[in-house]
C-alpha cells in the first residue's frame, strides 16, 4: 500500500481557485490509478476525479466537469487536483486515494486500498 499526504486545502472565496496535491510513498506509484473524494459534513465521501494508472485517461463526477482537473507526474509520485470557479457546495474533506486493482478506473470508495488523512477545502459565498 502507498501512503498518501495531502496538501494544498484552505479557504477561498467563491469563483477562486486552489490545487490540491498528494504525495505517495513507495516506487510503485506508477502502478495506482489514483483517485479523489470529498466528504462534506454529514455527508457520505463522494467521488471527485480519477485518473487511470499507464493509460491516464481521467473521470469526473458531473458537479465538477469542467471545473476539476487530475493530473498526475509519476516522476515525482504525486496526483494533483486543480480546482477552478470554486462553488460553496465544494466546501469539504477531500481525501486523495490509491487503486491497485487492475485497469479499472473505480468510482466507488470501494475500489480504492489507500487513503490519505484529508484536507480541508472551505468556500466562502
Known amino acids: 500500500q502507498l501512503q498518501l499526504i495531502e496538501s494544498g486545502g484552505g479557504l477561498v472565496q467563491a469563483g477562486g481557485s486552489l490545487r490540491l496535491s498528494c504525495a505517495a510513498s513507495g516506487r510503485t506509484f506508477s502502478m495506482y490509478t489514483m483517485g479523489w473524494f470529498r466528504q462534506a459534513p454529514g455527508k457520505e465521501r463522494e467521488f471527485v476525479a480519477g485518473i487511470r494508472r499507464i493509460i491516464g485517461d481521467t473521470a469526473y463526477a458531473d458537479t465538477v466537469q469542467g471545473r476539476f482537473t487530475i493530473s498526475r507526474d509519476d516522476a515525482k509520485n504525486t496526483v494533483y487536483l486543480q480546482m477552478n470557479s470554486l462553488k460553496p457546495e465544494d466546501t469539504a474533506v477531500y481525501y486523495c486515494?490509491?487503486?491497485?486493482?487492475?485497469?479499472?478506473?473505480?468510482?466507488?470508495?470501494?475500489?480504492?486500498?489507500?487513503w490519505g488523512q484529508g484536507t480541508q477545502v472551505t468556500v466562502s459565498s
Open positions: 486515494a490509491a487503486d491497485l486493482g487492475g485497469l479499472r478506473l473505480g468510482l466507488r470508495v470501494s475500489e480504492y486500498d489507500s
